[in-house]
């Protein structure tokens, strides 16, 4: 099955500062990568996805890359806020027959003021 | 619109207790899920049903049962609670036509 290996397990940085979470996956069928970030208290909610057919992906501060033969991919966000403070999770899945992505074990960001 | 629905958010449990933790969806959604959260072990997947009629095993199943009630529907019951499930608990639900998963705002369960 697939292994999702996420690092690093804590981040703290300035308000302002870049912020970079890696993620690396097993299973080469994987092609569907999506992260979710959760607030304190909250769910975990869909930030930003991206499909193997795609190297980079961009939402205003957040982007994601993906390298397929390295078989990893990232998360970035730049100009952090305070708001950006939560635990952020990478999945991969390989999107055929039912979807159950395997998540990564978390990144805890915390942006200090 | 709600989402994904699940209760109750505190739950305390004595060893060997018994209890059900409901969740329901409005999104019309196919698939529903019941994940696991513990410090840094991210979420596990404990059942899933993939459509209406069918439940399938996650990634730590044991000392759990699920039930898919309905297409809105899917309970998780922990029939003799151990301090080894104390955890937070999500309910979680995805469509047919994409890949986000939608999740509850989680149960907190400690089994004392």
């Known amino acids: 099955g697939e292994n999702v290996e996420q690092h690093p397990s804590t981040l703290s940085v300035q308000e302002g500062d870049s912020a970079v979470i890696k993620c690396t996956y097993s299973d080469s069928a994987s092609n569907y990568f999506p992260w979710y970030k959760q607030e304190l208290g909250k769910g975990p909610q869909l930030i930003i996805d991206i499909r193997s057919n795609v190297g980079e992906k961009k939402d205003q501060r957040i982007a994601v890359t993906l390298n397929k033969t390295a078989k990893h991919f990232s998360l970035h966000i730049t100009e952090t806020q305070p708001e950006d403070s939560a635990v952020y999770f990478c999945a991969a899945d390989e999107s055929g027959g039912s979807y159950i992505p395997t998540f990564g074990r978390g990144t805890s960001l915390i942006v200090h003021p | 619109n709600a989402g994904v629905t699940q209760t109750p958010k505190f739950q305390v449990l004595k060893t060997g207790q018994s209890m059900t933790l409901q969740c329901a969806q409005d999104?019309?959604?196919?698939?529903m899920y019941w994940y696991r959260q513990d410090p840094g072990m991210g979420l596990r997947l404990i059942y899933y049903?993939?459509?209406?009629?069918?439940?399938d095993k996650g990634e730590v199943p044991n000392g759990y049962n699920v039930s898919r009630l309905n297409k809105r529907e899917f309970s998780l019951r922990l029939e003799s609670a151990a301090p080894s499930q104390t955890s937070v608990y999500f309910c979680a639900s995805t469509g047919a036509s994409g890949n986000t998963i939608y999740f509850g705002e989680g149960s907190w369960l400690t089994v004392v």
């Open positions: 999104m019309n959604h196919n698939s």
């Open positions: 049903s993939a459509s209406e009629g069918t439940t």
